[in-house]
């Protein structure tokens, strides 16, 4: 996010000469640091950005250093750097490298974007680290050893467990809540050893990070010449180094889009440095540094920091405002920080259709790099060409997990971008994954096919045109789960009736296939056209009057003579409770301050108002789509009358599929609408959240803070529970979450049109589903993660224009990768080709033991890969890049597991541990 601009009047500030003391004990460093942060979109798109800022950023930063070897420059974003070094002359290249080797400039963080930490997942973010780590490695053989994560929106407990796996020697953080910064100025505790859990090993989960004790942007300096600026900065920085433990100050020099013209903002800043280092009645040394130098320095102090936050993270982020102040601007103190209660909860919900497509542009992605991985027939078209489609795919999902895009903070033209990328690598893929996947099943025999295609309807009405006639519907499972559960094709034509080679069922014009897939496998459904009279499919819809239940032989849900749902039932155990379902309206405050009035940002109720609840569905608006046997389905529409809510139930299952329908939002009022269950479940304040998915947090909710302050992301699910009884929830997109007392509400949707700021008018229908999920305690948190990552990697589901007869004789009916399932606690986080030879490929693999309490587990990476031959194993860091035992802090037992006749495949996963490994494969 652009950063705030600096008004700071005369009056305010008065130049002093004589305010600036010596440091006592040792003579102060300043380390000059640099910079430009440059938004991969935000006001303008990516392109814009590039053309109009970034260009003449990056070749007039290479000319100032050129120009004078004590400057420095640090560099983040590696998807604009990528741009501008294509570009590039061998000439210019070569000048790059030489500086990147003498250091003057360097890269830090190495990702592709600086990456929001609250609403993206582990996964994602992990894959764009490696698609920028990769970029720095093959063209500048450099790989960064800093963290630089100055402008999220908060700090997820997830960042240091991901920089210390990257093999990072420390962190550069900046938006935390602004009380925990000024309490940390206060206590000299700004750098300090953050440890995200104590499951796994510190070197694992700990780092040395620093907290800016301003903003990322330079300090303003006053003065009319030299001599008094210098004075001003010498100021500026004796009274920041207070807040640090040794005589090092690392003092940002930039600013959002900074150094277009970088010989010419160098020079300013070289006259204070030399004015300054002339003078040693300053008490200081001030230099430019890199971030590498300036954590170098302080940690050859041998100074003890202190472990804080052990498993904590710093959400929701609190901003400081107004931007003139000092904890903002670095000048002057003890000055207001606007408003307390503006928490920045939401935009975990703000837009929430990209967040959606972005989740699945995500879940697609994942799909064609598993098959690509691991399919054994050739692909009709070049590998270089699927290639090009998955990269395509992966430098989209890198791009949205920016912080400015995921979270739905930017400007329109810049969001209509990214829907556009999304949608083109979303097309893309499916046509390729598609055409993969029958290639495997049909061998060379594919060319007798037609592509497939996803278009259902279309391919329903023209292959279905009289009884008896097939249909033939191809099924990816992208997981290691052995998966049972439905699938759902929308807007069946009521004439006509199909039955499948699975169980099958009609509800309000749509189809429910139970689906049995195994793990990593790909198979056929046969789909048939049958008289509607003789249909067990048959479609029944009708309005319910009264009291009624859903009841599926394992669960009951019943609802009251005015259809509110009101009490929850395990038909197996006989177990009742209480649980009660509405819809929430939260008006919010109107303003100009992006700090203390709701926007994309902040979730800001009005002052002492009550949400209004839409607890009671309208009359004679109750309709009953399904009645079993295979699913259960109940539909309702509310006042107003954009809101409509399904509750559905399936055979043999607990879970609960809660489908709201929202949108469009009315302009007015400018509101956050929730979906609150509340349940008789004794849980207090206490909740559970999930940061980016990996870790879990243990939440309490406070009554000495308003509702956004008890806000926080729910990426995966979130839980309350009390002793007997557990209720989580479960959503594919990101969502805000709060909970208090057996009740849990998840923010659906907002609409806060600005008088100026147009980016909260958003008009969007959302209609997807998340699920409930209540059962004893006893149940163990791995079949919530499993639950978790079904909804986030949904079946990939293709259809071909060919009939059953066509299909039989050209092709298997069904494929598989894996010989058995993973252990329940493990999870394949992803599996990529990195390198393809004649004979074989290289393929990266990353597994995750995603349970805290149970023993290690064994893995056997052949069984994820039966048609190969695996001939060496390595691990490597997360991203693949470095081995493991390159890695200064590694303690890592199985490093290289080669060198024996006998290649070893089989390695060790402790609870919680996330490993990397790089598999080299030959055809048997």
């Known amino acids: 996010m652009a950063s705030c601009v600096c008004v700071v009047l005369f009056a305010v500030y008065l130049v002093s000469f004589q305010s600036w003391l010596p440091v006592a004990s040792a003579e102060l460093t300043v380390h000059v640091l640099p910079h430009s942060h440059c938004d991969p979109g935000y006001r303008e798109t990516f392109d814009e950005y590039y053309k109009t800022n970034v260009q003449s950023i990056i070749t007039t930063v290479v000319e100032a250093l050129q120009e004078n070897s004590s400057r420095r420059f640090i560099w983040e974003e590696v998807s604009f750097f990528s741009v501008w070094w294509r570009e590039q002359n061998q000439t210019v290249k070569d000048a790059v490298k030489t500086l990147v080797v003498r250091g003057q400039l360097e890269f830090t963080g190495g990702g592709w974007v600086m990456h929001d930490e609250a609403v993206t997942t582990y996964t994602a973010i992990i894959n764009q680290m490696t698609l920028g780590l990769d970029f720095l490695k093959t063209h500048l053989n450099v790989r960064p050893r800093i963290g630089w994560h100055i402008d999220p929106f908060g700090a997820s407990v997830f960042t240091p467990t991901l920089y210390s796996l990257l093999g990072y020697d420390a962190m550069i953080i900046n938006r935390i809540p602004d009380p925990v910064k000024q309490s940390m100025k206060l206590n000299k505790e700004l750098e300090f050893i953050w440890r995200s859990h104590t499951t796994l090993p ?14 990322y942007s330079e300090p303003v300096i006053l003065g009319f010449d030299v001599e008094e600026k210098a004075h001003a900065l010498a100021d500026i920085c004796h009274q920041r180094a207070k807040y640090f433990a040794t005589p090092h100050l690392l003092l940002p020099f930039g600013s959002d889009f900074a150094f277009t013209n970088a010989v010419e903002k160098f020079k300013p800043m070289d006259e204070y440095i030399e004015y300054i280092n002339s003078h040693k009645e300053f008490g200081m040394t001030i230099r430019y540094s890199t971030l590498s130098e300036y954590v170098d320095a302080v940690q050859a102090m041998n100074h003890s920091f202190p472990s804080l936050f052990l498993g904590s993270d710093f959400l929701p982020y609190v901003a400081c405002s107004p931007c003139f102040s000092e904890q903002c601007g670095g000048l002057i103190e003890k000055v207001p920080c606007g408003s307390s209660d503006c928490f920045w909860s939401g935009f975990y919900t703000s837009k929430p259709d990209q967040k959606l497509s972005s989740r699945q542009q995500d879940a697609y992605l994942r799909s064609i790099e598993m098959f690509l991985s691991s399919m054994s027939q050739p692909p009709s078209s070049p590998i270089d060409s699927i290639m090009d489609v998955i990269n395509l795919g992966r430098n989209t999902s890198a791009l949205l997990q920016h912080h400015d895009a995921l979270p739905g903070t930017s400007f329109p033209t810049c969001y209509d971008d990214y829907s556009n990328k999304l949608d083109q690598a979303i097309r893309l893929t499916q046509a390729t994954h598609s055409q993969m996947i029958m290639n495997q099943l049909c061998g060379k025999n594919a060319s007798h096919l037609r592509r497939p295609t996803v278009d259902a309807l279309t391919v329903l009405s023209l292959t279905l045109k009289k009884v008896g006639d097939t249909a033939v519907m191809l099924v990816y499972n992208p997981l290691e789960i052995e998966r049972e559960e439905p699938v759902i094709i929308l807007g069946i034509p009521s004439y006509l009736c199909v039955e499948a080679n699975f169980p099958t069922q009609l509800s309000g014009g749509n189809l429910h296939i139970l689906l049995h897939i195994d793990p990593l496998a790909a198979i056929t459904v046969v789909l048939k056209r049958v008289t509607c009279s003789s249909s067990s499919a048959k479609n029944v819809a009708q309005y319910v009057e009264g009291n009624f239940s859903l009841d599926n032989g394992r669960l009951r849900l019943d609802f009251d003579s005015k259809q509110r749902l009101y009490r929850w039932t395990n038909k197996t155990s006989l177990e009742k409770h209480s649980m009660a379902h509405s819809l929430q309206r939260y008006d919010e405050t109107e303003g100009l301050s992006t700090f203390s009035d709701g926007n994309v940002y902040a979730f800001m109720p009005e002052r002492g108002s009550s949400p209004k609840t839409y607890d009671t569905p309208q009359p004679n608006r109750t309709v009953l789509t399904a009645n079993g046997p295979l699913v259960w389905e109940v539909t309702q529409t509310y006042e107003p009358t954009f809101l409509y ?123 997807d589903t998340m699920k409930l999920v209540l059962q004893s305690r006893q149940a163990g948190p791995v079949d919530i993660h ?57 393929v990266g693999v990353r597994l995750h033991h995603m349970n805290t309490t149970s023993d290690s587990v064994l893995v056997d990476l052949q069984t994820l890969l039966k048609d190969w031959k695996i001939t060496k194993v390595q691990e490597t860091t997360i991203d693949f890049n470095m081995l493991k035992d390159q890695v200064s802090h590694n303690d890592s037992d199985d490093v290289i597991l080669r060198n024996t006749q006998q290649v070893k495949t089989t390695v060790t996963l402790s609870p919680m541990s996330l490993k990397a490994y790089l598999i080299d494969i030959t055809v048997p």
Not at 202 to 215: M, R, Y
Not at 788 to 817: A, F, G
């Open 202 to 215: 510190k070197n694992e989960t700990s780092i040395f990070t620093h907290v800016l004790d301003s903003h």
């Open 645 to 767: 809510h399904t509750y559905r139930i399936y055979a043999n299952s607990s879970v609960i599929d809660m489908e709201t329908r929202i949108g469009i939002l009315p302009i007015l009022p400018r509101a956050s609408y929730t979906s609150k269950v509340t349940t008789d479940i004794d849980s207090g304040p206490s909740f559970t959240t999930v940061d980016n998915g990996f870790q879990t947090m243990n939440r309490a909710f406070d009554d000495g803070k308003p509702v956004q302050g008890n806000t926080y992301p729910l990426t995966g699910w979130a839980s309350l529970e009390d002793t007997n009884m557990s209720m989580t929830w479960l959503a594919m997109r990101p969502v805000a979450v709060f909970a208090n007392n057996g009740s849990m509400s998840v923010m659906l949707h907002r609409r806060l049109e600005g008088v100026i700021d147009q980016r909260g008018n958003d008009n969007s229908i959302m209609e």
């Open 786 to 842: 499993q639950s978790s990552l079904k909804l986030q990697y949904p079946l990939s589901i293709y259809w071909l224009w060919d009939n059953e007869t066509t299909v039989r004789s050209h092709c298997q009916m069904s494929w598989r990768s894996m010989t058995t399932p993973l252990h329940k606690s493990i999870h394949l986080v992803s599996m990529q080709v990195r390198e393809t030879t004649t004979d074989g490929k290289q």
